[in-house]
T-cell receptor
């Protein structure tokens, strides 16, 4: 049963700490999305990769956020330093590159920064 | 400008009735795909249905159908015979070929099914 795996599922951290969220896309999917979901802003696209290269990260605050794909089986989203306003659910999704195929979502990482 | 607009923040529907969730989109790309996702209270994102810009017929998947009106740039989701388990957030989304097939979401509609 192919699925996108995100770790950790929940993270509570203190303001100023580094946070790393991980995502394992579905094998064979070469397109990866990172989204942030909050009540106020809905689903915001933070970054978008194809073949491990970032195609669009304009939605990501560059001063504290970074996203990478060290290899085809791992995508990471880092926040350093974290702030309370970063509290949200972060979703990773993977897809084939074609526009007529759906993206499959992970279960999300619920981040709380205190 | 918003790429995807869902004008109904919340809706109620009586169990067993049909309901239409609105979605309008903005693109100049002739090649694009439209998607609907369901997010129940448990939080996962569940893909429901897809409509391609070149598709001649409206997409259907079980109780879900998509009312695709290309000239009006609308892609409304119709849920027939609503069930209590349909209570959830529903998101409309689009992938545009000229935007590298990036996936963009609307703000969502919360559907509540009344017994």
């Amino acid at each position: 049963d192919a699925r996108v795996t995100q770790t950790p599922r929940h993270k509570v951290t203190e303001m100023g700490q580094e946070v790393t969220m991980r995502c394992q896309p579905i094998l064979g999917h070469n397109t990866v999305f990172w989204y942030r979901q909050t009540m106020m802003q809905g689903l915001e696209l933070l970054a978008y990769f194809r073949n491990r290269a970032p195609l669009d990260d304009s939605g990501m605050p560059k001063d504290r956020f970074s996203a990478e794909m060290p290899d085809a089986t791992l995508a990471t989203l880092k926040i350093q330093p974290s702030e309370p306003r970063d509290s949200a659910v972060y979703f990773c999704a993977s897809a084939l590159p074609l526009g007529d195929t759906e993206a499959f979502f992970g279960q999300g990482t619920r981040l709380t920064v205190v | 400008a918003q790429k995807i607009t869902q004008t109904q923040p919340g809706m109620f529907v009586q169990e067993k009735e049909a309901v239409t969730l609105d979605c309008t989109y903005d693109t100049s790309d002739p090649s694009y795909g439209l998607f609907w996702y369901k997010q129940p209270s448990s939080g996962e994102m569940i893909f429901l249905i897809y409509q391609g810009s070149y598709d001649q017929q409206n997409a259907t998947e079980g109780r879900y159908s998509l009312n695709f009106q290309k000239a009006r740039k609308s892609a409304n989701l119709v849920i027939s015979a609503s069930q209590l388990g349909d209570s959830a957030m529903y998101f409309c989304a689009m992938r545009e070929n000229n935007a590298g097939n990036m996936l963009t979401f609307g703000g969502g509609t919360r559907l509540m099914v009344k017994p």
